[in-house]
């Protein structure tokens, strides 16, 4: 699904790529993978071409909405009929509450017939089912995955003028810390004294792409990777047979520098 969902983006049709990775978050709710690709989609592609698909102005198939009967706040997910579910709290456009809240706003109050007194319901927000699905994978990611760092919330903790937030410190620290260990990482690789193969690993990217990375890199290159002396050789032949096919071996120690290329 990401992968048709990138074709869509590639081709700037976000709103096709948003459904699918939505509708692939929905199917995978338990995969922390499926919620980062849906952040990561909105956050990094979204140039305002989904706006009315995360835009909601009155409740319609397709959308969230938050009740308040002056207790509790209820999420309502209002759907076709085919897909009710009122064990997920999903309602079709058939139920006799779904009829009554259709086209009303946020602040819109009405009575729920059925109680003595009949309980008093208002509209407090409405949002699309995209929104609602982002805000929901940021807000509960970290008790759906304890042990996934991908997603991290920090709490900025009391506001002083003048001073940054604790909660803001603390991750600005983090980061210059991880910023620190990939420029280290990345002294070692210029140095030749570690693999592309590892460098990927410490930057939890892929080899492919960290070697195209490299490449692209002013000063970086593709330096070395690991192996011993006899590798090494063997590499410098294939390289240089005129009948050889083009080889790039992340695992040996062959650069082309060594070989005058």
């Not at 602040?107 to 409405?126: A, Q, R, S």
């Not at 050789?233 to 096919?245: C, G, H, V």
Request: glycine share 6%.
């Amino acid at each position: 699904m990401r992968a048709t969902a990138s074709l869509y983006l590639a081709r700037t049709q976000m709103p096709r790529a948003l459904s699918i990775m939505y509708e692939a978050r929905r199917r995978f709710y338990d995969n922390p993978k499926a919620h980062m690709n849906y952040i990561g989609l909105i956050l990094m592609h979204d140039d305002g071409s989904s706006s009315g698909m995360l835009d909601a102005k009155e409740i319609a198939v397709g959308t969230v909405v938050r009740l308040n009967d002056g207790a509790q706040n209820k999420w309502l997910h209002i759907v076709e009929d085919a897909e009710q579910d009122l064990s997920t709290r999903r309602y079709g456009v058939s139920h006799d509450l779904v009829k009554r809240l259709l086209g009303k706003q946020v602040g819109w109050k009405f009575e729920l017939e059925g109680t003595v007194p009949p309980t008093k319901i208002t509209v407090e927000e409405v949002k699309t089912k995209y929104l609602y699905a982002l805000h929901e994978s940021m807000e509960l990611y970290s008790e759906l995955f304890p042990g996934d760092k991908s997603l991290i919330r920090v709490d900025m903790g009391p506001m002083i003028p003048g001073q940054l937030p604790e909660g803001l410190k603390t991750m600005l620290d983090d980061i210059n810390r991880n910023h620190d260990h990939v420029e280290t990482n990345l002294d070692s690789y210029s140095k030749r004294q570690s693999s592309i193969y590892s460098l990927a690993r410490i930057l939890r990217k892929n080899p492919i792409e960290t070697c195209y990375s490299m490449i692209w890199t002013k000063g970086m290159g593709i330096k070395c990777c690991l192996g011993g002396h006899e590798e090494r050789e063997e590499a410098k032949k294939i390289l240089l047979s005129k009948n050889a096919p083009i080889v790039l071996d992340l695992s040996s120690i062959i650069t082309f520098t060594e070989l005058g290329l």
